[in-house]
C-alpha cells in the first residue's frame, strides 16, 4: 500500500504538539537536597587517602572510554605517569554506573569495545551485556598500568594553567593541587543524572532510585542477569522508556508482582537479533589489524561509496542501505539537495511504517500495541534494537501507563497520578536518563581556566570552537575527547574516542620529541577549522519538526550556538581519512609547539 505521506506529517507534527513544553530542559531538576542520596555510588565503598600535591605528565579527567584509550595509547608512546581522575569506584564511565539488568551496547560489540585486538579479548555476544564491557574497561586498565596512579571517587573542581610554569593545575574535591603538563577532558555527554520534575516528587514514602544507581539489595539480582526475586510480593513503577527502559523492562516484566511502564513518547524498537560469537568464525576473520578494518567499514557502509561487503549487518548499516537505494534511483540530472532529502525522508517513511506494523505482529492488546508506536522519523530520537521489549506487554503483570505525551501528574506517598488516576506503588525507578542540554561547565563541574585566565565558557560563548574537536585556542596543552567538530560518528562512539586517542598520543610525543614546554592551535587554524565545519549540512539528527528529546533540545530552538555542533562536512569517513593524512604528514598543520 502506497504511503500517505502527507499524512504521515500531520500525524507526526500532532505527536510532536502533544509533548512540547514550554519549561524544555528546566523540566528536568538536578539531584541536590534532599534528592542527593540519589547519586550515591552503590557500588564501591569509599576509601579515605591524602590529598595528592606532586606533579603528572599527563591527566585525564574521566575513566570511561576516552580515559582508557587515551591513556593505553599515552602508554604505548611511553608515557609512563599518566593520571586518570574518576568520580566513580573503578574504571568504566557509564558501564560503572550502568548495571541495570539488560544492559547491553547497541552498536556491535566488535566495534564497540575499544581495544580488542590489542588485549585478545573475543566478545561473547555481537552486542555484549555490560558486566562484560565493565570487565574489559577494568581489564584496558590492568594491562597499561593504569590504576597505579588513578585518583578514584574524586572529581575535579577546577583546571588552571600555569603561564610560567607552562602546565596545569588540577584541584579536586578530594582536597587535591597537582599539577600536569598535559591534560585530557573525557567527561562524556551521558554521566550527570537527572529527574523528572514532577511534583511531589520527594513525597513518595515507598522505595525509589536512578536506572545509574540500580539497587540490587532492593530487587534481588545482579548484573550478571540473575532474576530479581525480591520483587516478587512487588508493585514497580518505572519512568521513562528510552534506551535503558527498552532493556531492562523485559527483566522487571519477568520478576516483579504487577509493572507498571509509564511512557510520554514511544521508543523506535526495531529487531536486534543478538547471538553468542562464534570462536572458531572469530579466529577465520581475527588477523592482524582486524578492529581497525571493522571500524573502516562500519563508517564505510554508512557512507556514500560503500564497501562491497558489511561487516557489521546492523540497523545502522541498513539505515544507510535504504537511503542509498533510494538516492540512487533518482536521475542524474534530478539530483539535487532537495531531491536527495526527499529520497532520504521516503526511505525514513518505509522503515518507521516497518517497525510501527512489527509492534501489531508482536503486541495482542490492541490499545497498547497503537500506544507503543513512534511517532517520529527515526534519527529523531536514538535508535533502539531489541527482541524482548514488546513481548513483554503481553504479560500479564505488565501494564502499560501511557500518558499521552503529558507525562505523570503528580507523585504522592503511595504512588504516581496520570489523568486523575493514581497507581499504586512500592517502588519507583527512574528511567531518566542524563543531562544533555544543560551548559557544558554544569556538567562538567568545572569551567577550565586557560591563558590570561580566560574560562573555557568564555571562549565557548558564542558556541564550540576548535580544531578536529579536540585543540583549543587559548588552552595550551590541553585536550578534548568527544565526537563534535570531529568525525561526528554518532553510531559508534568509541571509533570517534579511539581516533582522537592516536591524535593526542602523536602531538604529545612530538612535543616531548622537539623539548616544547606548549603545544597550542593557533587562533587562525581554529577560526578556519570552524568556517570548514560551516560549509556542511549542518545537524542530521533531532530536527525542531522531531518530537522533544535530547536529540533536539527538548523541541526548543537551540539557539545559534547549535550550529557549531556538526562534524567535518564530507562526513565521517572522509573525516577519519583526512585525520589520518594529517598525522602521518607530521607537520602537524594548525598547532604551533614552543
Not at 510520554?264 to 547471538?275: A, I, K, L, Q
Not at 501511557?402 to 506503588?425: F, M, N, P, Q
Amino acid at each position: 500500500m502506497p504511503i500517505d505521506k502527507e499524512a504521515l506529517r500531520e500525524k507526526y507534527a500532532e505527536e510532536r504538539a502533544k509533548r512540547i513544553r514550554p519549561d524544555g530542559n528546566d523540566q528536568y531538576i538536578e539531584f541536590k537536597g534532599q534528592l542527593s542520596h540519589y547519586l550515591a555510588d552503590p557500588y564501591t565503598p569509599f576509601v579515605e587517602r591524602e590529598p595528592k600535591r606532586d606533579h603528572v605528565t599527563f591527566a585525564f579527567i574521566g575513566g570511561g572510554f576516552a580515559g582508557l584509550v587515551v591513556g593505553a595509547k599515552l602508554k604505548d608512546a611511553g608515557i609512563s605517569d599518566v593520571r586518570i581522575i574518576e568520580k566513580g569506584g573503578d574504571f568504566g564511565g557509564t558501564w560503572y554506573w550502568n548495571r541495570y539488568p539488560g544492559a547491553q551496547c547497541d552498536t556491535a560489540s566488535m566495534i564497540y569495545m575499544p581495544l580488542l585486538e590489542e588485549l585478545g579479548h573475543v566478545p561473547t555476544e555481537k552486542y555484549a551485556h555490560g558486566a562484560e564491557i565493565l570487565e574489559h574497561s577494568r581489564n584496558i586498565g590492568k594491562k597499561y598500568g593504569l590504576y597505579e596512579n588513578a585518583l578514584f571517587h574524586t572529581e575535579v573542581t577546577g583546571l588552571e594553567w600555569d603561564e610560567s610554569a607552562h602546565r596545569w593545575t588540577v584541584r579536586t574535591n578530594r582536597g587535591d593541587a597537582f599539577t600536569a603538563q598535559f591534560v585530557g577532558m573525557g567527561t562524556g555527554p551521558l554521566h550527570v543524572p537527572k529527574l523528572p520534575g514532577i511534583p511531589g516528587i520527594e513525597s513518595f514514602k515507598g522505595h525509589s532510585f536512578h536506572t545509574s544507581r540500580w539497587d540490587y539489595a532492593y530487587t534481588g539480582g545482579d548484573a550478571n542477569g540473575a532474576p530479581m526475586e525480591k520483587l516478587a510480593d512487588k508493585r514497580v513503577a518505572i519512568i521513562g522508556t528510552g534506551a535503558t527502559s527498552v532493556q531492562c523492562v523485559p527483566h522487571l516484566a519477568r520478576t516483579a508482582m504487577k509493572l507498571y511502564v509509564f511512557q510520554r513518547t514511544p521508543s523506535s524498537v526495531d529487531v536486534r537479533d543478538n547471538e553468542p560469537i562464534d570462536p572458531t568464525w572469530f579466529r577465520n576473520i581475527a588477523s592482524p589489524g582486524w578492529q581497525e578494518r571493522w571500524y573502516e567499514n562500519f563508517v564505510g557502509n554508512q557512507s556514500p561509496t560503500p564497501p562491497d561487503e558489511d561487516f557489521v549487518q546492523d540497523g545502522w548499516t541498513e539505515i544507510s542501505r535504504r537511503i542509498r537505494s533510494k538516492v540512487a534511483d533518482l536521475p542524474r540530472e534530478e539530483m539535487t539537495p532537495e531531491t536527495v532529502l526527499a529520497a532520504f525522508e521516503d526511505a525514513d517513511f518505509e522503515k518507521m511504517e516497518e517497525i510501527r506494523a512489527r509492534v501489531d505482529t508482536i503486541v495482542e492488546d490492541r490499545e497498547t500495541a497503537q500506544n507503543l508506536k513512534a511517532w517520529y522519523r527515526q534519527l529523531c530520537k536514538r535508535p533502539c534494537f531489541h527482541d524482548e521489549y514488546l513481548q513483554s506487554f503481553n504479560n500479564p503483570n505488565v501494564e502499560l501507563v501511557d500518558t499521552g505525551g503529558k507525562g505523570v501528574e503528580r507523585i504522592t506517598g503511595k504512588g504516581l497520578v496520570v489523568a486523575g488516576t493514581e497507581y499504586e506503588a512500592d517502588c519507583i525507578i527512574y528511567a531518566s536518563g542524563f543531562e544533555v542540554g544543560t551548559e557544558y561547565k554544569r556538567r562538567a563541574g568545572f569551567d577550565m581556566e586557560g591563558r590570561g585566565g580566560v574560562k573555557l565558557s568564555q571562549h565557548w560563548a558564542d558556541g564550540m570552537r576548535t580544531k578536529h574537536g579536540i585543540h583549543v585556542h587559548g588552552f595550551p596543552n590541553a585536550f578534548i575527547v568527544q565526537p563534535t567538530q570531529g568525525a561526528n560518528l554518532i553510531s559508534n562512539i568509541p571509533h570517534n574516542i579511539v581516533d582522537s586517542a592516536k591524535t593526542i598520543a602523536q602531538v604529545v610525543t612530538h612535543a616531548r620529541d622537539v623539548k616544547a614546554d606548549e603545544v597550542e592551535v593557533t587562533k587562525e587554524a581554529e577560526e578556519a577549522w570552524v568556517e570548514l565545519l560551516l560549509t556542511g549540512m549542518g545537524l542530521i539528527i533531532g530536527s525542531q519538526e522531531c518530537t522533544p528529546g535530547y536529540y533536539n533540545n527538548e523541541g526548543h530552538a537551540p539557539g545559534p550556538a547549535a550550529r557549531l555542533n556538526v562534524g567535518y562536512p564530507s562526513g565521517a569517513k572522509a573525516y577519519f581519512e583526512y585525520i589520518e593524512e594529517w598525522r602521518q604528514a607530521g607537520a602537524y598543520e594548525g598547532l604551533e609547539f614552543r
